[in-house]
């Protein structure tokens, strides 16, 4: 049941999110309060963005030849998301998605994405981050949700950018690089 909540709320975030002024942001303090406006104008303002995800590479020196042959390395997968580039040229992300896993269980993911973005050309930009997120697989916690921060880089070129992040973990769990990308849309 748990579960299926969890997928509810993937759906129903956006819909809280995109409601009118029902709880203002200055009903918080500090920092909360500016999050809660950020979160807002990328939901608001931001573009619509297509993320697919593809690899996640198991580092061979934390698991044996034998147990990388039983995982699943082809993480094919999908989701959509809102994006914004804010006054710095920072990109900010809401992101659901979901993918295979080692596994090749279904494992969705929502959450906020931050990069710290440097140009290198005029189209062309590297970034570095995190993403803070909410997650369940069925091999941790007994498939019951639970969250996630991990480290982001990224490449953009125009509208497509690939990411990655490394999923630490001991011996014979995580370890795990999942690489990712998107394209963006135009607002629609």
């Known amino acids: 049941m748990i579960k299926l909540y969890f997928l509810l709320f993937m759906v129903l975030l956006p819909v809280s999110i995109n409601a009118e002024e029902t709880k203002s942001c200055t009903a918080f303090p500090g920092f909360v309060q500016k999050a809660c406006h950020r979160l807002k104008q990328v939901w608001q303002e931001g573009d619509t963005e297509l993320f697919f995800s593809g690899y996640a590479w198991h580092n061979r020196y934390k698991y044996s030849a034998d147990r ?43 959450g906020y994405a931050f990069l710290k973005q440097a140009s290198m050309t005029r189209d062309m930009q590297v970034g570095a981050g995190y993403t803070v997120l909410l997650t369940m697989r069925p091999d941790i916690l007994n498939g019951y949700p639970f969250p996630g921060a991990l480290p982001l880089l990224s490449w953009r070129y125009k509208k497509v950018a690939l990411f990655a992040t490394y999923i630490p973990g001991a011996s014979g769990a995580g370890n795990v690089l999942f690489i ?5 849309f135009d607002k629609l």
């Not at 990712?180 to 963006?184: D, P, R, S, V």
Request: proline share 2%; net charge negative; no cysteine.
């Open 68 to 110: 990388i042959k039983t995982y699943n390395e082809q993480a094919w997968g999908g989701g959509l998301g809102k994006g914004l580039i804010d006054e710095d040229g920072d990109w900010h992300g809401l992101v659901a998605i979901g993918f295979l896993d080692s596994h090749k269980n279904f494992e969705p993911a929502a």
């Open 180 to 184: 990712f990308g998107k394209w963006t």
